[in-house]
């Protein structure tokens, strides 16, 4: 009987390790499908997200922004970001990003944070 217990409980904890770290993967995986999300990764269809946290809305020199992104001035953190994440389109009509997700309010904060380590 014990062992059964011990067992079960094993599995448990086994199962709640590979929940602990698929959703995060899963998130950014939503964005890196068209962003590079560090450095090194190679670019995607859309701009790169490497530290985006205090950099200026449309300026990585490279990417050629929509007229819609070029618009607008702010630098990115936290917020700006959760509101572009729950509506690009809105924020910036006419916007390339055409993006549309069912995240949770929770999973946007998680996301923001996981791009946004360390807010300035
Ligand atoms: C289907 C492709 C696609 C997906 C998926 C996508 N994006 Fe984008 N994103 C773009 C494109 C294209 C642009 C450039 C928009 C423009 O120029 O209007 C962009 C622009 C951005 C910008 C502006 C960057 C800057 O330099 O100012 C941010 C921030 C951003 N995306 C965040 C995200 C996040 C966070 C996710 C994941 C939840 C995501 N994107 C998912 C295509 C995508």
């Known amino acids: 009987m014990k062992s059964i217990f011990?067992?079960?409980l094993f599995a448990l904890s086994i199962s709640q390790m590979a929940f602990a770290e698929t959703p995060d993967k899963a998130l950014l995986m939503m964005c890196s499908a068209c962003h590079a999300l560090s450095e090194n990764d190679q670019a995607g269809i859309g701009p790169?997200?490497?530290?985006i946290g205090?950099?200026?809305v449309a300026s990585e020199s490279e990417y050629s922004y929509s007229k819609a992104l070029r618009k607008l001035s702010f630098t990115w953190d936290r917020p700006t970001l959760a509101a572009w994440i729950y509506a690009s389109e809105?924020?910036?009509p006419g916007t390339a990003m055409r993006h549309h997700n069912s995240l949770t309010e929770d999973e946007v904060n998680r996301l923001t944070e996981l791009l946004i380590p360390d807010p300035h």
């Open 6 to 8: 011990t067992m079960t």
């Open 48 to 51: 790169s997200l490497a530290d």
């Open 54 to 56: 205090g950099k200026a």
């Open 90 to 92: 809105q924020m910036a």
